[in-house]
Nanobody, 117 residues
Framework: QVQLVESGGGLVRPGGSLRLSCAASIRIWGIDTMGWYRQAPGKQRDVVATITSGGSPYYADFVKGRFAISRDNGKNTVYLQMNSLTPDDTALYYC???????????WGQGTQVTVSS
């Protein structure tokens, strides 16, 4: 019954910015871990950023200093602020939830980000 719905993707020029949102159909508890992953055609799905139950963020090396993950448990939403985008950031971006109790995992359907001039 859990649904994660991503939004905010689109076409942006190199150097531009986007903010992705992931809205959960259920309450996001502080103990839940949220994350963003991305996958380009023919490529594996890679972690982009996560934020733990303790609020500690993790970033893949290729986005450090450019992206920022945040969460608003009151709005049941997690965000990914993406700055200084490059064509290499072009991918389908997925939201993921790992429940703090039982470690059940849920995925959204993805939102497309295309960086092109």
């Amino acid at each position: 019954q859990v649904q994660l719905v991503e939004s905010g993707g689109g076409l942006v020029r190199p150097g531009g910015s986007l903010r992705l949102s992931c809205a959960a159909s259920i309450r996001i508890w502080g103990i839940d871990t949220m994350g963003w992953y991305r996958q380009a055609p023919g490529k594996q799905r890679d972690v982009v950023a996560t934020i733990t139950s303790g609020g500690s963020p993790y970033y893949a090396d290729f986005v450090k200093g450019r992206f920022a993950i945040s969460r608003d448990n009151g709005k049941n939403t997690v965000y990914l602020q993406m700055n200084s985008l490059t064509p290499d950031d072009t991918a389908l971006y997925y939201c993921k939830m790992i429940r703090g109790l039982g470690n059940a995992e849920y995925w959204g359907q993805g939102t497309q980000v295309t960086v092109s001039s």
